[in-house]
């Protein structure tokens, strides 16, 4: 059972904006561009291994946690891609969609890459993210007076990621692995949980402690384009209001969804709270009354009145 499944993340959706809005001839415009590259691999990945998981005959009952996040006492962030929990064992997966030949220096800590070109890049290392999610995890079930072993493993996403003999011995393997370990790990743990409610009573305590961590990213709200956008044209193309209707002067697309999707741009870019001046300096609308007609249309919590009138955007 998946009881916390993947979604996109606030800070892909937060780049997918920016990128959009972002004029291409801006000079930070690359930067943020390959940011987005790089998180949509990372979670093309992430699916990748999810979708194994179909494949696998699990014992029941199983409980699925993907992209577990949590502060812990100290206040620091840990971030597991995925915990599987059944009546055996507790495993926490480290997934990598990495490419090129990688080796491995446990002496040192240091995880590496070369790539195709010939480019060394130094990598932090999974197995230190991974022991540390071991000992916080360890402690959480010696409170919940649980006998449960922990397993981890860091998962290849993709067969492009070449592993050297640096890593024989480590808890690493391609996601084409991950039935022949699954099979292994089951046949070498007997179950050790034996009131299945007690496995669900912890599962759920993960899920209750589960806090999206809101990733800090610099918005260049000076400089992107403001307004309703087409999304059939690229290039920040604003749409008119005309007739109650959203309407591209360029390609003529109508467009039902604009206003709330407007909404969600707002909502990423610079918050939940509006006014009317936010309102119409964000969505370039000119006229105070206009505004304050869409303002009425949108899924919104409003206090004060008149020039004092606050909105907030509802979950």
């Not at 409170?143 to 981890?152: D, F, G, K, T, V």
């Not at 009573?201 to 899920?207: E, Q």
């Not at 209750?208 to 000076?222: A, C, D, G, Q």
Request: with cysteine; charged share 25%.
């Amino acid at each position: 059972m998946i009881l916390l499944a993947r979604q996109t993340s606030e800070l892909q959706k937060i780049l997918e904006v920016i990128v959009r809005r972002l004029p291409r001839t801006y000079n930070e415009y690359f930067n943020y561009n390959e940011h987005l590259r790089r998180i949509k691999v990372g979670f093309a990945g992430e699916q990748r291994v999810d979708a194994e998981w179909q494949e696998l005959d699990l014992p029941s009952p199983h409980y699925i946690l993907h992209d577990f996040q949590v502060i812990n006492h100290a206040g620091s962030t840990h971030q597991m891609d995925t915990i599987f929990l059944c009546p055996h064992f507790l495993l926490i997966l480290e997934i990598k969609n990495i490419t090129g030949i990688l080796s491995y220096d446990a002496s040192f800590a240091q995880f590496i890459r070369t790539t195709a070109d010939g480019t060394v890049e130094a990598m932090s290392d999974p197995f230190q993210q991974l022991e540390r999610h071991v000992a916080w995890m360890k402690r959480l079930i010696q409170q919940e007076r649980l006998s449960l072993p922990i397993l981890h493993a860091v998962v290849l996403a993709t067969k492009n990621g070449i592993l050297t003999e640096d890593f024989k011995g480590q808890p690493i393997f391609h996601v084409t692995g991950l039935r022949s370990r699954m099979q292994k790990w089951l046949e070498l743990h007997q179950p050790s949980v034996k009131k299945g409610e007690d496995l669900f009573r912890f599962a759920n305590l993960l899920l209750t402690m589960h806090t999206r961590v809101k990733r800090e990213i610099n918005v260049p709200l000076r400089d992107i384009v403001k307004g309703v956008l087409c999304t059939n044209c690229v290039d920040g193309q604003p749409l008119r209001y005309h007739y109650k209707k959203w309407l591209c002067p360029r390609c003529g697309l109508v467009d039902r969804d604009a206003l709330i999707r407007t909404l969600e741009d707002y909502r990423l870019l610079v918050g939940t709270k509006l006014t009317n001046k936010s309102f119409c300096e964000f969505f370039a609308i000119d006229s105070p009354n206009l505004a304050y007609k869409l303002l009425q249309q949108l899924p919104l919590k409003a206090e004060g009145i008149k020039r004092h009138r606050k909105y907030w955007i509802l979950d």
